[in-house]
């Protein structure tokens, strides 16, 4: 079966937790995740092992079938390739090139667009015809300006904060007396704590900057960076890198720490709170006082209609209204209305009310709730709640005995609010199980939600060919890509 039936359009996909003790194979971005495809009407697909930091197989072609037996020749040449996608220069050599690099005059600092790195003199040679810039003092202090942004939605995107969001949240971190800042995925939130603390007017502050952007080695020493999957735990430098993390998780003289996040946005939810959770763990494990039941502090930096699956992982984290934006992003600014406002929220576990939002950019204080909100985020009587999510000033429908979005309507038809042009005729919570289609409950409480795996395993054990009982139908029009159907949906969703 090829890949493309595992991600056909009439499945879904879902992260399988791993199993204590069991090993999973690896792909260039280290080891893989196990997913399961689930069908509708109880068809069961079964399990198979893909890359964790890219959903797109143009980006990373790993895949193999939980049950699959792999050659040693086959072992042999994946290892080779994941030994080849490895970086040029380890991180110590790149710190070694860093010191040569600084300390040459300014017009020998070249830097190669092309192969995105630093050159020294005796490489210019090699590169003459390469793309060549001069590399000033002020961006080896902002790498995230001289590199060029990654933009895979789906993996490794890009989008670096605006000097406005970049100084709020670290304002507001100071503000609540930490010191040292985990940035996983922020490396433009990294850039700036180190250059206020060049100019000394602010209470100086420790960053370690956790990204799967390998590029970085060539600015930042081993103690300030290291290279990261936020999306399997994955450190790349192995045990040396997990020591470091360990180091600055350690809390002494008051140095409080604090994690700030910012993963693709196309990134699945499960697999990155899995891993916050594991640095939660690992930080609640090197504490002093008793902090069995407490997480890490943490602020993770994603769009509001992700807040269900935020809340499912991570129940002590809360939505903030603050708008978070991009510099190279072309739709989440700060200062647009309406629906072109950007989406991007912080979801945090600190104590909402202690994390103050600016009044000038149009946030006041909710005394009910006990936080910050937007102005046009009015106060619900009946639902006790400030309701809004998008920025919008939602209204109350009586019938729904919920509070809605502006452009939404109340269908009689369906018994409940939605789009004037929605599809009539199925109402909320209708869909039922999508395993047996039953109404009484959800896949996930579906009493025959194993046994079609169980018969795919023992079927593929005793070496019986699988039978497709889907009838024949017309031959499939062209599957629009995870990203398109996320889009569309994601889009209804802000309307």
């Known amino acids: ?124 040679g090699a590169h003459s015809s390469h793309k060549t810039t001069a590399v000033s003092t002020d961006q080896l202090r902002r790498p995230s300006v001289l590199l060029r942004p990654l933009d895979n939605k789906k993996s490794n995107a890009q989008y670096l904060f605006t000097d406005r969001s970049s100084h709020f949240l670290l304002d507001t971190l100071a503000g609540l007396g930490y010191k040292k800042v985990l940035c996983v995925g922020t490396p433009s939130l990294q850039e700036l704590i180190k250059l206020r603390n060049l100019e000394q007017k602010h209470e100086p502050m420790k960053s370690l900057l956790l990204d799967i952007d390998f590029r970085y080695t060539q600015f930042y020493s081993q103690d300030e960076f290291c290279h990261y999957n936020m999306f399997n735990h994955h450190f790349f430098d192995g045990e040396a890198s997990g020591a470091v993390l360990q180091a600055f998780l350690t809390e002494c003289d008051g140095q409080k720490v604090v994690m700030v996040a910012d993963p693709p946005f196309g990134g699945l939810v499960k697999p990155l709170a899995s891993s916050f959770s594991l640095i939660s763990h690992t930080w609640r494990k090197l504490q002093s006082s008793d902090c069995s039941n407490t997480d890490i502090p943490m602020m993770w930096i994603f769009p509001y209609f992700f807040e269900p699956r935020i809340l499912e992982c991570l129940p002590s984290c809360t939505m903030l209204d603050y708008q978070v934006d991009y510099d190279n992003h072309p739709m989440y600014k700060h200062g647009k209305t309406g629906r072109k406002q950007s989406p991007v929220r912080l979801f945090t576990n600190i104590s909402p009310r202690d994390v103050v939002l600016p009044k000038d950019e149009g946030y006041r204080f909710c005394s009910v709730c006990q936080r910050f909100v937007l102005s046009l985020n009015k106060h619900c009587a009946k639902c006790n709640v400030c309701p809004s999510k998008d920025g919008r000033e939602w209204k109350h429908c009586s019938m729904c005995e919920k509070c809605v979005k502006p452009s939404w309507r109340h269908c009689q038809r369906c018994g409940r609010c939605a789009l004037p042009d929605h599809p009539c005729g199925q109402g909320e919570g209708q869909e039922g199980c999508f395993n047996c289609g039953s109404l009484e409950h959800k896949r996930k409480a579906c009493p025959l939600k194993d046994t079609h795996r169980i018969s795919h395993r023992s079927n593929a054990k005793s070496g019986g060919k699988r039978v497709s009982h889907r009838p024949l139908l017309k031959p499939k029009a062209k599957r629009k890509s995870g990203a398109a159907r996320r889009a569309k949906a994601l889009a209804a969703l802000s309307k």
């Open 1 to 124: 079966m090829e890949v493309s039936e595992a991600n056909d359009e009439s499945f879904g996909i879902e992260v399988i937790p791993a199993e204590d003790g069991k090993l999973a194979p690896c792909c260039p971005h280290g080891p893989t995740l196990l997913f399961e495809k689930v069908g509708k009407g109880g068809e069961k697909g079964r399990r198979f092992y893909a890359c964790s930091a890219c959903r797109d197989r143009k980006d990373c072609n790993f895949f193999q079938w939980e049950e699959e037996k792999v050659s040693e020749v086959r072992l042999l040449a994946r290892q080779a390739e994941n030994q080849s996608k490895r970086p040029v220069f380890t991180q110590q050599e790149n710190c070694s090139r860093f010191r040569k690099f600084s300390s040459l005059p300014l017009d020998e600092k070249k830097f190669c667009q092309d192969c995105q790195m630093l050159l020294l003199p005796g490489e210019h």
